[in-house]
């Protein structure tokens, strides 16, 4: 069973302020990709790699996806960490409101929320978010 990955994006206050960062990783290091250091290894590491994503939540709602390529063993400053390496495509996701959490959760790909549809703006996204919370949808 596949698993994903949920991660705040601190620092970023709009999703194109986390795009604009995240491919700037992608020019610095080209051979590398885009990848996330974090301290714990996941245990469900199996299950991420059957076609997980990490979930990046701004301002307080899931924003962007992106698939993970793998997981590697990284020695930073003495500490082993984890390099989550992910694949350098960004899909945007629906605007979905998310409580405030430190470090990376699991996620259930049942209570992930789905890709935008190509050519829908994200101001489009939110409106049909709000009226969906309204009941008017």
């Given at each position: 069973m596949t698993i994903h990955l949920m991660k705040v994006a601190v620092g970023a206050k709009t999703p194109d302020e986390l795009a604009a960062r995240l491919q700037a990783l992608l020019k610095r290091d080209p051979a590398l990709g885009v990848s996330h250091t974090t301290r714990m290894w996941?245990?469900?590491?199996?299950?991420?790699?059957?076609?997980g994503s990490l979930?990046?939540?701004?301002?307080?709602?899931?924003?962007?996806?992106?698939?993970?390529?793998?997981?590697?063993?990284?020695?930073v400053d003495g500490v082993r960490k984890c390099r989550i390496l992910l694949?350098?495509?960004?899909?945007?996701?629906?605007?979905?409101?998310?409580?405030?959490?430190?470090?990376?959760?699991?996620?259930?790909?049942?209570?992930?929320?789905?890709d935008l549809a190509a050519g829908t703006s994200r101001s489009e996204a939110e409106l049909e978010r709000t009226l969906a919370e309204l009941g008017l949808l």
């Open positions: 996941p245990k469900r590491e199996a299950e991420i790699l059957q076609g979930y990046w939540a701004v301002a307080k709602k899931f924003a962007l996806r992106q698939r993970v390529r793998g997981l590697e063993p990284v020695v694949d350098p495509e960004l899909v945007p996701v629906r605007s979905v409101a998310r409580r405030p959490f430190q470090g990376w959760r699991y996620l259930e790909p049942s209570k992930a929320p789905p």
